[in-house]
């Protein structure tokens, strides 16, 4: 191949850190090379990354040409049938034709979507309104529910307001404290341990998490609770800070409300108390409050370890609380956030693919957002469906008698990520028919009636926005494949033989944004005064950017928060514990996470063969005491058996865990996968399923099977 000259200015598809590079095509020799140019990926100097990229977001140019890019639609005639090429036409027709039969006799609830937290700000507002106006269902709901629907729930009613960091990534090279609680940045987005440095230089760094992960190695201090107690680590953390002298009581005084029903139950929860339950040392409990109290610029932040429990909502509560007795929260140099994880995990959850959210992060079910969004799109208000199924809830009623028939998947892939997989895999084929619109015949397409083969980050226009807020645009640096189609395109093509005017879906990206702007205008999430324009020129842009002449919001809270009285919430919570409890049974805690070398379910990141070499398969970290007691030796066969399933890996001994805890990497495919043992346990509020914690035993692979 011979290099062009031409490098795009992008961003890299994977996490929400979203960093800058630039993408150079290179020319095929032939037209027979591959489906597409490749591209040479080059780095940028861009404010959340300085020119630092991953090894994922090196290697991110091999998802343009891998092998087995899908370049035509499948289809399946029969079950059991293999799935063969056909036309667009023919796919789209067949696709419609069945959506039709499926309403006239069961309703419109008998259709479903389900989207994804790496689609852009236009696909996911297309795809929500496609859901609502096209289809009338209320069935719509997306993968980010398994994300960051707790830290959302927990930021709305302490805060008013829902944005992962309030404030620029860049904020926290001036840190001299920072309390990371479940999350391993090391390995999840590597380029933002550089604005880390001045806390880890100074001994401000914490680390809270189960396991001494490649971040919690470079903390000062690394609290390491049992799983599924890091409600009560915050509560004793409160207590230390109340009972140390640490409460700002002019900021609460002056900010917030709700401190003394808080503190009625933190006032029980000594750090003693909170070790006995947390095996956290109260030292260390202690140690860690005053390394927040005492730095003039200090930070909270959580991240998935914290959220994903059956009570993720409060435990991100409770560290909230501590955050605002610490007077963090809307302070200049200071504050608490939530580290987002998929790559538009915040704008994703903004415009519409929840099932009780409209576009400008609006509720469904609040009567003005009905009538002002309604307006936009040209229908009555009374013809929005009401709010739908959370996210594991949907996939569990599939092909039941009271659920969805059909199901419309774009940008995720259940079968491999969702919580009880076994079980979501089956729902699936219980469906009349499955549609998934994929680059890649991923697990879940594999099952699908209709695949449809879709453009990619580099092959399209698009806005993403990422975890501090920034809205980016996302340019176009190859042409697509011939025989894909944009996710926007593929919409529009079935709105329209479902009777909708071509006008209502326009698939042009940068029209699509400028709708959804006024159709978020006025709301929490405002993009009104934001357009590609603009992004093209360069401007940094934050939401709430209400006009065109608005220069965004990189800091939010300064003044006030963003309930009608200005001030943040306190909220009581209590510890209560994981859905699941150990016993002689399964006597093992697992728990679930991302590594460096591979993003999500692993669609995109298990065809990179640099990523692959690194991680070639799914394993078990496991306790080298823990091991041999089950029989077992490092490089062995295991499985890790759950109330639910089972799921065989390679045991690594790693004498650094807990004894009582194993982790799984969520990742891989087939008998590997994590999500065959995890808990579907929702938390009440939020939807979020328990991937944190599960009772297992732990057994040779050819060893007895129940």
């Not at 929500?128 to 927990?154: E, H, P, W």
């Not at 009613?157 to 926290?172: K, M, T």
């Not at 409600?231 to 002298?245: I, N, R």
């Not at 209709?450 to 993403?464: H, N, R, S």
Request: glycine share 10%; with cysteine; hydrophobic share 40%.
């Amino acid at each position: 191949m011979t290099a062009t000259t031409t490098a795009v200015a992008t961003h890299c598809p994977y996490c929400a850190l979203q960093c800058g590079m630039t993408l150079t095509p290179l020319t095929p020799l032939t037209s027979l090379t591959s489906l597409t140019p490749g591209a040479r990926v080059g780095p940028r100097d861009f404010p959340v990354n300085e020119g630092a990229l991953c090894q994922k977001g090196w290697t991110a140019a091999s998802l343009l040409d891998t092998p087995d890019r899908l370049g035509e639609p499948l289809i399946r005639d029969r079950r059991g049938e293999a799935l063969r090429p056909a036309s667009w036409e023919e796919a789209l027709d067949l696709v419609a034709g069945r959506i039709r039969r499926l309403r006239e006799r069961y309703g419109p609830d008998a259709v479903a979507v389900f989207g994804g937290g790496g689609l852009t700000n236009e696909k996911a507002y297309l795809l929500g309104k496609f859901a609502r106006v096209a289809l009338r269902t209320s069935q719509i709901d997306y993968n980010g529910r398994f994300c960051m629907s707790s830290a959302a729930a927990a930021g709305i009613r302490a805060f008013g307001l829902d944005r992962g960091l309030p404030f620029p990534v860049a904020d926290l090279r001036d840190a001299d404290a920072i309390i990371l609680v479940g999350a391993n940045v090391a390995e999840t987005m590597p380029p933002l341990v550089r604005h880390l440095r001045r806390a880890r230089d100074r001994g401000g760094l914490v680390v809270v998490d189960p396991r001494r992960t490649a971040t919690a190695e470079t903390a000062a201090l690394h609290l390491a609770p049992r799983p599924g107690t890091d409600l009560a680590l915050a509560l004793g953390m409160l207590h230390a800070a109340v009972a140390g002298g640490h409460l700002r009581r002019d900021y609460t005084g002056a900010r917030t409300t709700g401190f003394a029903e808080a503190w009625r139950i933190a006032a029980r929860w000594r750090p003693e108390e909170a070790e006995r339950v947390t095996g956290v040392a109260a030292a260390d409990q202690r140690a860690a409050v005053e390394s927040l109290a005492g730095a003039r610029n200090a930070y909270l932040l959580t991240g998935r370890g914290t959220e994903q429990h059956a009570s993720g909502v409060d435990t991100v509560s409770g560290w909230i609380n501590l955050a605002l007795a610490l007077g963090l929260p809307g302070r200049a140099g200071s504050g608490y956030g939530c580290l987002t994880g998929q790559g538009n995990g915040q704008g994703g959850r903004e415009h519409g693919q929840k099932a009780d959210q409209l576009p400008g992060y609006r509720r469904l079910d609040d009567e003005a957002a009905r009538r002002h969004v309604a307006a936009v799109w040209g229908v009555a208000p009374e013809e929005l469906p009401a709010p739908g199924r959370s996210a594991y809830e949907l996939l569990d009623a599939l092909g039941t008698e009271t659920g969805p028939r059909a199901l419309l998947v774009f940008g995720s892939n259940p079968v491999v990520s969702a919580p009880r997989a076994g079980h979501v895999a089956r729902r699936l084929a219980a469906l009349d028919l499955l549609v998934v619109a994929d680059i890649v015949p991923s697990e879940t397409a594999r099952l699908a009636d209709v695949v449809l083969p879709v453009t990619q980050w580099a092959e399209e226009d698009g806005t993403m926005t990422n975890l501090e807020g920034r809205v980016l645009l996302r340019r176009r640096a190859l042409p697509p494949p011939p025989g894909t189609r944009s996710d926007l395109t593929v919409l529009r093509e079935l709105a329209i033989r479902l009777g909708q005017p071509a006008s209502r879906f326009p698939d042009d990206p940068e029209e699509v944004f400028e709708e959804l702007g006024r159709a978020s205008a006025g709301g929490p999430a405002d993009y009104a005064g934001i357009s590609h324009r603009r992004l093209r020129t360069g401007e940094a842009l934050h939401w709430p950017c209400p006009g065109r002449g608005h220069p965004g919001t990189p800091r939010l809270f300064l003044d006030r928060f963003a309930h009608a009285d200005g001030r943040a919430r306190f909220v009581p919570v209590d510890h209560r514990g994981p859905a699941e409890r150990t016993d002689r049974d399964y006597p093992l805690i697992a728990t679930t996470g991302r590594i460096l070398a591979h993003y999500q379910s692993g669609a995109q990141t298990r065809r990179v063969a640099d990523l692959v070499r690194t991680a070639p398969t799914a394993y078990v970290e496991v306790h080298p005491d823990t091991a041999r007691r089950a029989g077992l030796a490092d490089g062995d066969r295991a499985r890790v058996v759950s109330r639910r399933g089972e799921a065989e890996a390679e045991v690594r001994c790693v004498p650094t865990i807990r004894p009582d805890t194993v982790f799984v990497p969520f990742h891989f495919p087939g008998a590997g996968r994590a999500n065959l043992i995890s808990n579907p346990a929702l938390d009440p509020v939020s939807g979020m399923p328990e991937f944190k914690v599960c009772a297992v035993r732990l057994v040779p692979a050819d060893g007895e099977r129940p």
